[in-house]
């Protein structure tokens, strides 16, 4: 990955988080949906082997146009 070659740390675990929220007037805009539609609210940080935060990013999706996908590799701790 670029993250990794780049700053020469390896990438360790990825949290993500999904929660529901309110369109506030930026994101109805931005999304083109209603002023307080319920929205998806998704945050990921990947973190290098020593557990420290290399990259945070929040994003915000509307529910009728999204679609969540995972795919965890036999073996791994991603269901635990």
Known sequence: SELVSDG???L???VQ???ATLA???TARGLA???NAPILRIERVLHDLEER???VSIFYASP???RLVMDFAPGS???V
């Open 17 to 19: 988080e999904i929660s």
């Open 53 to 55: 935060p290399l990259l």
């Open 64 to 66: 009728s146009r999204s």
């Open 12 to 14: 360790g675990r990825v």
């Open 77 to 79: 701790d991603a269901l």
């Open 8 to 10: 020469g740390r390896n």
């Open 33 to 35: 949906v209603e002023l």
């Open 24 to 26: 506030n007037p930026t």
